[in-house]
């Protein structure tokens, strides 16, 4: 059984927490894109944990994570990461994570790089987090970088690394006019803190492809989600690697496997991180009400999030690129707290009614066409079944599911593990 789950509006939906609830029933999780720019936050009986680049799955003792070859690993955050784990009581081996040797490292200069840029588009910034993570991607296609498994061979890495920083430098010094990064430093760093993690590289592919074979339960784990796709998400604000289920074969090295089904991961209200368009976006009380009851601060950066109502068209959209089979609805209980909650039907664009997400242009001046639902104002966290809910919040999931077109599997009503039901 080979199940991806995803990610279906802007991100921060709660994947790291139904990874860590359904994960239960897997073998293994595999991230397959991304880098430390996620924030998955997980409260489970061991604590509350923030993961970045480790697959939510590593809290799962019997679990086998897996860190795909679609992924840009920034290894002295993953030290940070893993330390911190493990001060947290978290086992962490070969034996239970293993890493891509096609996963891309993110370099101390790809983070200096994404500064940079940011800093010199000032208020034209796309809101990068700083992570390093759209310049590493860029070199991944420019194809000057290094990858996990040429930790292997130091001679090959000192040769790549100091063509490559000779390169560098040509950006950083004479287009940013910034100062040169040194060799010998990044050359310390990478084997400083790639020697941490040389024993747990290998042929993930053959990995997976062995334990499919064996009929091992496999999830998929994505980063992100739809609308932050760098094929289909909203250009210049995605992030820089496929967030769609359909990509998650081949980040995770395993292009000749079939995904079995795809669970996405929809909230019940909207959230984004970073600039761009956010057609539904709440200004005012409302908005802070919002943030508050729903803790929307990033996990990675703890930047406030922006929020609104949820989005019908861009949730459609979502379902779509993703191919979802069924959703997991999160956080309902945080509607709790309103008195009136809007849904985003439609867009209007330059007069025109949309449904379809827009392009470009006309997703910039699309104007949000609410409707507006009664709020239940009552504590809905202890609901374990469909019927505990008041008839406003029953009827809220069940329009959700019927504008977007699949079926709600899971409701959660809360961040701790079993504060959830099956619809
Ligand atoms: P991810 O990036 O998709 O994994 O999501 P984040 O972890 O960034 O953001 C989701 C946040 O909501 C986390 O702080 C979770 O602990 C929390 N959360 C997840 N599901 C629920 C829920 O159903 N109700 C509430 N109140 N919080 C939730
Ligand atoms: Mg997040």
């Known amino acids: 059984m080979l199940t991806g789950i995803v990610g279906i509006n802007w991100g921060d939906e709660g994947k790291g927490r139904m990874v860590d609830l359904l994960s239960e029933e897997y073998d293994i999780v595999v991230r397959y894109q991304g880098g430390n720019n996620a924030g998955h936050t997980v409260i489970n009986p061991l604590g509350k944990f923030v993961l970045n680049l480790l697959p939510s799955g590593i809290l799962r003792r019997e679990v086998v994570n897996v860190m795909g070859n679609g992924m840009v690993i920034d290894l002295q955050h993953l030290s940070g990461e893993v330390a911190r784990l493990r001060e947290g009581g978290i086992e962490i081996t070969p034996e239970?994570?293993?890493?891509?040797?096609?996963?891309?490292?993110?370099?101390?200069?790809?983070?200096?790089?994404?500064?940079?840029?940011?800093?010199?588009?000032?208020?034209?910034k796309y809101g990068s987090t700083r992570r390093g993570i759209a310049p590493v991607y860029g070199d991944k296609y420019l194809k000057k970088i290094i990858r996990m498994g040429d930790?292997?061979?130091?001679?090959?890495?000192?040769?790549?690394?100091?063509?490559?920083?000779?390169?560098?430098?040509?950006?950083?010094?004479k287009a940013y006019g910034d100062?040169?990064?040194?060799?010998?430093?990044?050359?310390?760093?990478?084997?400083?803190?790639?020697?941490?993690?040389?024993?747990?590289?290998?042929?993930?592919?053959?990995?997976?492809?062995?334990?499919?074979?064996?009929g091992k339960k496999i999830m998929f784990e994505a980063q992100l989600g739809a609308l932050?796709?760098?094929?289909?998400?909203?250009?210049?604000?995605?992030?820089?690697?496929?967030?769609?289920?359909?990509?998650?074969?081949?980040g995770a090295g395993v292009p000749n496997l079939r995904l079995d089904n795809v669970?996405?991961?929809?909230?019940?209200?909207?959230?984004?991180?970073?600039?761009?368009?956010?057609?539904?976006?709440?200004?005012?009380?409302?908005?802070?009400?919002?943030?508050?009851?729903?803790?929307?601060?990033?996990?990675?950066?703890?930047?406030?999030r922006r929020v609104g109502g949820f989005d019908v068209v861009a949730s459609r959209y979502g379902v779509r690129m993703q191919g979802a089979d069924c959703l997991a609805l999160t956080k309902l209980d945080v509607l709790s707290a309103l008195d009136e909650i809007p849904v985003c039907e439609a867009y209007e664009v330059n007069g025109r009614r949309v449904e379809e997400f827009p392009?470009?242009?006309?997703?910039?001046?699309?104007?949000?066409?609410?409707?507006?639902?009664?709020?239940?104002?009552?504590?809905?966290?202890?609901?374990?079944?469909?019927?505990?809910?008041?008839?406003?919040?029953?009827?809220?999931?069940?329009?959700?599911?019927?504008?977007?077109?699949?079926?709600v599997r899971y409701v959660s009503v809360g961040a701790e593990r079993d504060a959830y039901f099956v619809k």
């Open 96 to 124: 239970n994570l293993k890493i891509s040797e096609r996963a891309v490292i993110c370099m101390p200069y790809h983070v200096l790089q994404d500064c940079l840029e940011e800093n010199r588009l000032g208020d034209a």
């Open 151 to 173: 930790l292997k061979y130091p001679e090959y890495v000192k040769k790549r690394l100091k063509d490559i920083v000779e390169w560098k430098n040509l950006f950083i010094e």
């Open 179 to 214: 100062e040169a990064i040194s060799y010998e430093k990044m050359l310390e760093w990478i084997t400083r803190y790639g020697n941490e993690f040389k024993d747990y590289v290998t042929d993930t592919g053959v990995y997976l492809n062995e334990a499919a074979k064996q």
């Open 228 to 250: 932050r796709d760098i094929d289909f998400g909203i250009n210049p604000y995605t992030s820089s690697s496929n967030t769609i289920a359909a990509y998650a074969p081949i």
């Open 263 to 304: 669970i996405g991961i929809i909230k019940a209200y909207s959230s984004c991180v970073g600039e761009g368009p956010f057609t539904v976006e709440a200004t005012g009380d409302f908005a802070h009400d919002l943030r508050e009851a729903g803790g929307e601060y990033g996990a990675a950066t703890g930047r406030p």
């Open 359 to 407: 392009f470009g242009e006309d997703l910039a001046v699309a104007k949000p066409v609410f409707r507006y639902f009664k709020g239940w104002k009552c504590d809905i966290s202890k609901a374990r079944k469909m019927s505990d809910l008041p008839k406003e919040a029953a009827e809220y999931v069940e329009y959700i599911e019927k504008q977007v077109g699949c079926p």
